[in-house]
T-cell receptor
Framework: DTGVSQDPRHKITKRGQNVTFRCDPI?????LYWYRQTLGQGPEFLTY????????KSRLLSDRFSAERPKGSFSTLEIQRTEQGDSAMYLC???????????FGSGTRLTVV | AQSVTQLDSQVPVFEEAPVELRCNYS??????LFWYVQYPNQGLQLLLK??????LVESINGFEAEFNKSQTSFHLRKPSVHISDTAEYFC??????????FGTGTRLQVFP
């Protein structure tokens, strides 16, 4: 068990470009969560999946954001037409069905210039 | 809706002194509470959690937290801090759709 992996660790992009992040959860975990964290704030919920089904999306998730988990394993988060306000740390977490523990990855830090 | 309030944004303390980081929650459902620690440019690491049973929960590195239902609190304490405890600490509550709701965090700064 190697924990939750996120790739890349850092991403710098120009405003208007599209970016995609990947999250590989703990293999036996069927729930996967995406959070966004800006400087000095706590993580804010974006969306989560149970297996391949996207069960909930936050109002923070504008139509420029899309997340997928096509085979119920890894997940991708895509941001289209990035804006400077998208600069943040994007965190992924996974949990098992009993949901008594949520394991976080190291995050992807996005900087939009 | 569930929410978490961390009253102190920063807590400065000298090494070997005791510390308490405060957390209050609001929840209309069964309460499941967590404390996470975050070191610079890293993800969150679970410190401890309360799911049921004993109201006093402990972590392996000397932190403890007590679930107080009447005061809706889950304060984190350590009797003697170390320089390496310097980090951001987040309290979280699990909501009725099983996702975590986080507080705004408390920056613990330990001075020599």
């Amino acid at each position: 068990d190697t924990g939750v992996s996120q790739d890349p660790r850092h991403k710098i992009t120009k405003r208007g470009q599209n970016v995609t992040f990947r999250c590989d959860p703990i293999s036996e975990h069927n729930r996967l969560y995406w959070y966004r964290q800006t400087l000095g704030q706590g993580p804010e919920f974006l969306t989560y999946f149970q297996n391949e089904a996207q069960l909930e999306k936050s109002r923070l998730l504008s139509d420029r954001f899309s997340a997928e988990r096509p085979k119920g394993s890894f997940s991708t988060l895509e941001i289209q037409r990035t804006e400077q306000g998208d600069s943040a740390m994007y965190l992924c977490a996974s949990s098992s069905l009993d949901r008594d523990g949520y394991t976080f990855g190291s995050g992807t830090r996005l900087t939009v210039v | 809706a569930q929410s978490v309030t961390q009253l102190d944004s920063q807590v400065p303390v000298f090494e070997e002194a005791p510390v308490e980081l405060r957390c209050n929650y609001s929840s209309s459902v069964s309460v499941y509470l967590f404390w996470y620690v975050q070191y610079p440019n890293q993800g969150l690491q679970l410190l401890l959690k309360y799911l049921s049973g004993s109201t006093l929960v402990e972590s392996i590195n000397g932190f403890e937290a007590e679930f107080n239902k009447s005061q809706t609190s889950f304060h984190l304490r350590k009797p003697s801090v170390h320089i390496s405890d310097t980090a951001e600490y987040f309290c979280a509550v699990r909501d009725n759709t099983d996702k975590l709701i986080f507080g705004t965090g408390t920056r613990l700064q330990v001075f020599p």
